[in-house]
DNA sequence: AGTATTTTTTGACTTGCGTCAAATTTCCGG
DNA sequence: CCGGAAATTTGACGCAAGTCAAAAAATACT
């Protein structure tokens, strides 16, 4: 878990009692197969899906080709910013890849939340600002480095990704051809 | 202007006196030489540099090869987001391209305000969220588009930056060597 | 103006990775 | 445990874009 993660939480567990139910009420838990969709390309995001168990992942599909942009374990939040944003329709899938166990958290009411509570708000910024920092180091990563070093780094820092999802979709995470990634693999292990 | 700036801008503008006079407190002008830097590798950013005259940009070095991740111009603004926000030290350059004049908010004071007025605190996140946007839109360009492309998208989205930048730090931006730029110049127009 | 220096263009060659196609392995239902 | 589908690997080949090098054009310097 990275640090900027860990002041998160640390704000999340020093919120006091008042506002973590008043959260809570605004959490409803829900369940989707394997193989369904959380959100499709023209509808509105309008939660955050807080991953409980289970892998999702989030993808666009430019010229016939899925694009997989990030993939979701415990813990982690699915979102498609910008249509959350400006509650305007995406592009984007999120698809639970095994039986999943999500919190919604709603919009309105996580924004009537915000709005009450300037420590919610605060959390929320963090969030945010991670997910930008956490971006900027996807650029910088697909700027400097090759698909090799790519995958490298991904069995390094999500070495879940690797070991778990099939070469079809780690491909497209990493953006290279599933070819180019089997040839990486055996070359490399 | 895009949508979301708007948006920023309708909400700076509804601030109320009281704020606007509080927040201009913790303004600082500042002039740059062309050439000179406004932060460097190793220091901590402590501050937005709002562009009020001229050009800026933001680069790092990887071997030995510098990549240009972003440009400003009027009103722009420009700041390390990981060291601004953990307030460690970061990696990159921010220089001035031409003469600059730039408006100073310092973080220290400008976190006050934030947690003195919801409003501030809301237009802190919106400028987050509107940088992640931007991240995210940047690194879909990348995985989507070939350098022709790229650069007919630059020409489209930010005519200036073709215009008025050496190539150097155009293919640095665009993330090409400057030969294919050329190149790719000599063809397109 | 004339030379030096930087910037941009052009050319020849190399290479990483994509595409298409076929072979092989893994997975699974009956 | 076997046959068929899906996933993965392997091979042959092409192309976008990088590198190195030199020419040409633009800019600066005295």
Redesign the interface.
């Known amino acids: 878990m990275n ?2 993660i860990k002041r998160i939480k640390d704000l999340h567990s020093r919120l006091d009692t008042e506002i973590l139910t008043a959260l809570e009420e605004a959490f409803t838990d829900k369940r989707f197969e394997k193989g369904s969709y959380l959100l499709r390309p023209g509808q509105i995001c309008t939660s955050h899906l807080l991953i409980k168990e289970g892998i999702a992942r989030k993808f ?1 599909i ?2 016939d080709r899925e ?1 997989t ?1 990030e993939i979701y374990f415990h813990d982690d939040v699915a979102i498609s ?2 249509s959350y ?2 509650q305007n329709p995406g592009d984007i899938y999120i698809e639970a890849l095994t039986e999943l166990e999500v919190t919604v958290i709603d919009y309105s009411r996580f924004y009537s939340m915000k ?1 009450k509570y ?1 420590e919610v ?2 959390l ?2 963090m969030f ?2 991670y ?3 956490w ?2 180091q ?3 990563a ?3 480095l090759n698909a090799t070093q790519r995958y490298l780094k991904l069995l390094e820092k999500e070495p879940q990704v690797a070991q778990l999802l099939p070469v079809t979709i780690v491909a497209s995470y990493l ?1 290279i051809s599933l070819e180019t990634l089997s040839r990486i693999r055996s070359k490399v292990s």
Chains 1, 2 share one sequence.
């Open positions: 640090l900027y666009y430019h010229q694009i942009t910013l910008d944003i400006m709005s300037p708000m605060m929320d910024k945010i600002e997910y930008a920092v971006f900027e996807q650029l910088r697909f700027q400097t953006n």
